[in-house]
C-alpha cells in the first residue's frame, strides 16, 4: 500500500504475529493432540501447558488411562512418548479465558488444519467448549463432533480449569475416559454382572477404587469365549464372593461406553441379571475387594458405575 499524496505517514506494515508464551508440544502421528483456549498467567510463566496447581488436566490424563503416570506439567514434552501432544487455540496470556477477544482466535483453524494435514493426529481433543468455540465460531456439545479437520477426529471435553469447578470431577473424568476409549483403537469388553437383591430389597454392591477415588459396582465380570451369561454369572459370582445354587432372574438392563480403564480394552458392554437372595454372608471375598448391602435409598449418596444405578433400579422395581 503507498501513502497518499502529501502524507507524512508511510506505508503500513503488518502486526507481527503474536508468539504464545508456552511452546507446542507437536509430533508426527499423535494418539491425541489436546487444545487448550490460551496461556492463562500461571502458565505463561513457567512456560508450560495448564501448570496452574488448581488445574485438573495433569490429573485426569493420569486418571483416564491417557498416560503411564501422573506427569508435572513442566515434563510436557514427555508425552510425546505417550502418544500427546498439547497446543493452544490463542495465544495470547490473559488472566482468564473471558479477557480473551474474537480476534485473538484469527487463524486458529487454518493452523489446526495444517497440523491435522502435516502432522495427522488421529485426534485433536478441545478442552473446554470455549477452545472449539473460539476456533470455529460455533457452539459445540460434549463429545464426539461431525466435523473433521483432514482424517483427524475432533472431541470437545469439559474444561479442566479451575473456573469450570461446578462441573464434578467425575463428570470431567467420564469424558476423558471416553477420548481415551475411542482413541485407544482397543476391542470391547462382554461382561455379565448380577444385580444380587436380598428379600428386603437390599442390593449387594462391591467396591473398587484407583488413585482418584472409589466406586460400587454390581459383582460379575468378563465373559469368556464359548460361554453364555449365565456360565459366565455363575462361575464370577462364585469366584468373585462365593454365591452359587442361585436362580437367575430376568435381565435387567445392558449398558455400554467408552474406557480405557481395563487393561486390552477400550469400551465395554455389559449386561446385568437379576439374582434373589435370601439373606447371604459371603463365604470369602476375592483378596482386596469389599463387599456391602445398601438399601435403595442410599444408592443416590454414593459414587457407581454405572453413575445412574439408582435410577436403573427404580425403573427395575416399578417393572
Do not use: C
Not at 488421529?122 to 463432533?145: C, D, H, I, M, S
Amino acid at each position: 500500500m503507498t501513502s497518499k499524496p502529501g502524507s507524512t505517514r508511510g506505508p503500513k506494515t503488518p502486526k507481527p504475529k503474536l508468539r504464545s508464551a508456552v511452546p507446542d508440544v507437536l509430533g508426527k502421528g499423535l494418539r491425541v493432540v489436546f487444545v487448550g483456549i490460551n496461556p492463562g498467567r500461571v502458565s505463561a510463566a513457567a512456560h508450560a501447558h495448564f501448570a496452574n496447581p488448581r488445574n485438573d488436566f495433569w490429573r485426569l490424563l493420569h486418571a483416564a488411562r491417557f498416560t503411564s503416570r501422573l506427569y508435572e506439567p513442566h515434563e510436557q514434552f514427555a508425552l510425546l512418548d505417550e502418544g500427546i501432544g498439547v497446543t493452544n487455540a490463542a495465544p495470547r496470556t490473559t488472566p482468564g479465558s473471558g479477557d480473551l477477544r474474537r480476534a485473538d482466535f484469527a487463524g486458529s483453524a487454518e493452523r489446526l488444519e495444517k497440523i491435522a494435514r502435516e502432522l495427522r493426529p488421529a485426534w485433536l481433543a478441545f478442552v473446554g467448549k470455549e477452545a472449539y468455540r473460539g476456533t470455529f465460531n460455533e457452539r459445540p456439545e460434549l463429545g464426539l463432533q461431525e466435523r473433521t479437520l483432514a482424517d483427524t477426529q475432533l472431541f470437545v471435553l469439559p474444561s479442566s480449569s479451575p473456573a469450570n469447578a461446578a462441573v464434578p470431577w467425575e463428570e470431567r473424568l467420564r469424558w476423558f475416559r471416553e477420548l481415551a476409549g475411542r482413541a485407544s483403537g482397543l476391542p470391547e469388553r462382554q461382561t455379565v454382572r448380577g444385580l444380587v437383591r436380598d428379600r428386603e430389597g437390599r442390593v449387594l454392591l462391591l467396591r473398587y477404587g484407583d488413585d482418584y477415588g472409589g466406586w460400587w459396582i454390581t459383582p460379575g465380570g468378563g465373559r469368556e469365549q464359548g460361554e453364555s451369561d449365565e456360565e459366565t454369572l455363575r462361575r464370577e459370582l462364585d469366584e468373585e464372593i462365593g454365591l452359587v445354587g442361585f436362580d437367575l432372574g430376568p435381565l435387567l438392563w445392558e449398558v455400554g461406553g467408552w474406557t480405557a480403564n481395563e487393561a486390552g480394552y477400550g469400551s465395554f458392554r455389559s449386561r446385568v441379571y437379576l439374582v434373589q437372595v435370601d439373606a447371604f454372608d459371603p463365604p470369602h471375598l476375592t483378596e482386596g475387594l469389599e463387599m456391602r448391602w445398601f438399601a435403595p435409598e442410599e444408592l443416590a449418596s454414593i459414587t457407581t458405575r454405572p453413575a445412574d444405578l439408582a435410577e436403573r433400579l427404580s425403573s427395575a422395581n416399578g417393572s
